[in-house]
């Protein structure tokens, strides 16, 4: 039944990614942090929490009177400025780091995909005209954009909420959160269209295209059931790369004060704040080892796992199996 | 022939970003008088933006800056009011390319070996520990590395001085921050070149021609397996010279990427505008030269 020669070409990567052990590793490694960064919240229910020791159950917003506390029996990872516990912070901020991410991700995969698909399919001119303008931006430091967006919602999210018809404070942050997202997913996706394009332009004349163009399918039809389901290795492959990028990206932002705002945190505002506390008389080295350490180990295994995807669907691997 | 075609290209390609960055910064909500002190009459604030053109519609407004640049000037800063944006690009210039060409040449001399070694001992005990270590550095940001550094380097052992430019002593925290990133891509880059370079018939051609090994490495192999480094080259020191916030916000180095960055927090859209052009330039001119450095490196390219 299952002899390699019956399998499909994404099966068989498949076969060859759960063989690629460093990979396979790390995808463990992933889930277990996924895991705990979603359950640890439960931890705090009253139905457990006097069950476990008391530093998993400290709230991430509490603040106290123990200042920069080092990492002891009470607190694992010592506490901040403002005697919060840093092992509740970094989960907290561990979560927001994925979850910007992964939509940030999902941003760039659509418009990459939709802007390189068409200018692959419809080639010719259009093609010229759409690639020459991705050849523009990637001339430009995507820097400055994201920045002068960020400031412009930024400043009519703050007319918004003094005006007549104020926002709710959970509104403003959830627009706060769509403009992040679209920021950085706007300057991320040129990578995803040069490459979808590259794969598009090479399918567009095979047989299984021309026989549905004869059977009558719309271009829409032909480009998202037939070309498309033929580049997905590709495209989810970049995509496990564009997300450690974008967690990058948003922990630059954060150091600007740009990315997530206060009190919420993600692994990037942690260290920033961490970084304004050096001074050289006391070193609170716990402030940025710690959600350093979560940022460099979140970003290590992704790239683990995205560097396991593309050997598995590498083509020139075919062979290999 | 090829070379002077691209470069004439450029010229368009260039008004093209200059008119896009312009156009954004424009028409964004937004100007670049909002984060100060409010004028003290609407008067003041008329005359003010008067005096700067605001007041007119955006395309007449580029229209004058087009013209100035025609003339050789870039503007006066929004900002900084008494200075150009000339001015502040000739100051912080020279100290970002200089730690930028520092960090480079860090980036390659440890890349460029790691990978290479790494690559030769494939499957080895070497092999994965310097290829972790390569993934590792990719993973830690600056933002990261330069604080520990500073911790551990300038505080805890006192070392090296905390921050500030000057001595070369001054430049190797800030070059160590800046290059670590760069080193690992370096590293993978050269590791995968190799290894799609080793399997070639030329290879094997060489070595039943009786080449001793290090010969077939470095002589034959190494200068083709090279070619996804020295492409890379081009886009990484366009990143490098034009500074970078993180690392000389860390430690206070007056060079330009801090202004990158305040510009566009402030719409100083002179400044923004010419920082753009500055590394669109950068960007076009080291492609162009990577592009050159190509078919010096491998007979197989032909520009036509």
Redesign the interface.
């Known amino acids: 039944m299952n002899k390699p020669g019956n399998l499909s070409p994404n099966q068989r990567a498949w076969r060859r990614f759960c063989r690629n052990r460093p990979a396979a590793v790390a995808s463990l490694l992933l889930a277990f942090l996924v895991s705990v960064v979603l359950i640890w919240p439960l931890f705090r229910m009253p139905a457990l929490a006097p069950h476990l020791p008391l530093a998993l159950t400290h709230p991430p917003d509490a603040i106290s009177d123990a200042q920069f506390e080092p990492p002891g029996h009470e607190h694992w990872f010592g506490t901040d400025v403002h005697g919060r516990d840093l092992l509740s912070r970094v989960c907290y901020g561990a979560r927001i780091s994925l979850l910007v991410g992964l939509v940030g991700a999902a941003v760039s995969l659509v418009i990459g995909v939709l802007w390189g698909a068409i200018a692959g399919y419809c080639g010719g001119r259009w093609d010229g005209v759409m690639m020459r303008f991705v050849d523009v931006l990637y001339a430009m430091p995507s820097i400055i954009f994201v920045i002068v967006l960020l400031t412009a919602l930024n400043a009519v999210l703050e007319k918004l909420q003094s005006g007549p018809h104020a926002l709710s404070a959970a509104g403003g942050r959830f627009l706060q959160f769509a403009g992040l997202f679209a920021g950085l997913g706007a300057v991320s996706w040129l990578t995803m269209a040069r490459i979808v394009r590259g794969q598009v332009l090479s399918l567009r004349h095979r047989a299984f295209v021309d026989a549905s163009r004869v059977l009558g399918a719309s271009h829409a039809r032909i480009i998202l059931r037939h070309i498309l389901p033929n580049v997905y290795g590709v495209i989810i492959v970049y995509l496990t790369l564009t997300i450690p990028s974008i967690i990058l990206y948003e922990s630059f932002l954060s150091y600007l004060g740009l990315g997530i705002q206060a009190p919420q945190a993600s692994l990037g505002s942690l260290i920033a704040s961490g970084a304004e506390q050096i001074n050289s008389i006391r070193i609170y080295w716990w402030l940025i080892v710690y959600p350093g350490a979560a940022l460099a180990l979140t970003l290590l295994a992704l790239n683990f796992v995205g560097d396991g995807l593309r050997d598995a669907w590498d083509p020139r691997s075919e062979n290999r199996d | 022939m090829y070379f002077l075609k691209r470069i004439l290209f450029m010229v368009p ?1 260039l008004l ?2 200059s008119f ?2 312009f156009v ?2 424009r028409i ?3 100007g670049p008088f ?1 984060r100060e002190r409010k004028p003290a009459s609407p008067e003041i604030e008329r005359n003010l933006q008067a005096k700067y053109h605001l007041n007119e519609p955006v395309l007449r407004q580029y229209w004058r800056y087009l013209d100035g640049i025609v003339h050789g000037d870039f503007g006066a800063s929004l900002k900084y009011r008494n200075r150009s944006v000339m001015d502040i690009i000739a100051q912080g210039l020279p100290i970002s390319l200089s730690l930028g060409a520092m960090a480079f040449c860090f980036a390659m001399g440890t890349g460029i070996p790691l990978g290479f070694f790494t690559a030769v001992h494939k499957g080895a005990l070497g092999d994965y520990l310097g290829s972790f270590l390569a ?2 550095v ?4 600056g ?2 590395i ?3 550094l ?2 551990l380097f300038a ?2 052992w006192r070392l090296f001085p ?1 921050a500030l430019w000057g001595s070369p002593w001054h430049a190797i925290l800030p070059t160590l921050t800046l290059g670590l990133y760069f080193s690992g891509r370096v590293a993978r880059l050269m590791h995968e070149g190799m290894l799609a370079t080793l399997p070639s018939e030329f290879i094997t051609t060489a070595r039943s021609k009786g080449l001793g090994e290090m010969a077939v490495l470095i002589k034959h192999a190494f200068r083709i397996a090279v070619l996804p480094v020295v492409s890379y080259s081009g886009p990484m020191l366009a990143d490098l010279l ?1 500074g970078s ?2 690392v000389e916000n ?1 430690f206070q180095i007056p060079g330009i990427g801090v202004f ?2 305040n510009s ?2 402030n ?1 100083d859209y002179t400044m ?1 505008v010419g ?2 052009l500055l ?2 330039i950068l ?2 001119g080291l492609n162009l030269a990577v592009d050159f450095v190509f078919s010096l490196l491998d007979p197989r390219v032909r520009y036509e």
């Open positions: 390609l093209l970003i896009l960055s954004l910064v964004v909500p937004g909002d993934l590792l990719i993973c830690i940001p933002l990261v330069g604080p520990v500073v911790m505080i805890r905390v034009t916030f993180i860390l990158m960055v566009s927090l719409r923004v920082l753009v590394y669109a960007l076009l």
